[in-house]
């Protein structure tokens, strides 16, 4: 199975993407694999890992990103990792619940911000 295994990350307000590299001074995306790739210095906590899912707009959704979904739904959900249960999963801003994710949910969703670009959207902080 074959799978895309890239991140993000917010470098002086611009999101770069590409491979998550960790060094003694800081974290870098370093925009694809190869010696002369550049590399960019990104703010740590805003690392994310893209989630293979494209939302209805085919948009790339990473973690944290917030999503809603597409058919009359009111909630809005911050796009995080579980551990434990080894899957994606929203925090439900709006109600605090929190769902399990499928990719096929994923993809019937719309993105409508992030936790760094909107902070509006986690008063709450639900996503630690």
């Known amino acids: 199975m074959k ?15 590409g491979d998550h590299l960790t060094y003694a001074n800081g974290e870098v995306i370093k925009q694809w694999s190869g010696s002369l790739s550049p590399e960019y210095t990104v703010e740590p906590e805003t690392v994310g890992q893209f989630t293979g899912a494209y939302d209805v707009d085919g948009k790339e959704i990473y973690e944290a990103d917030v ?3 597409t058919r009359e739904d009111k909630y809005r ?52």
């Open 67 to 69: 999503v809603q979904y």
């Open 77 to 128: 959900y911050i796009v995080v990792w579980n551990d434990e249960l080894m899957c994606y999963e929203g925090k439900c801003i709006d109600n605090g619940c929190n769902v399990q994710f499928l990719k096929s949910f994923l993809e019937k969703c719309r993105i409508v911000g992030n936790i760094f670009d909107n902070p509006e959207l986690n008063k709450e902080r639900v996503w630690l």
């Open 3 to 17: 799978r895309k295994i890239k991140f993000r990350g917010k470098c002086a307000a611009v999101w770069r993407k």
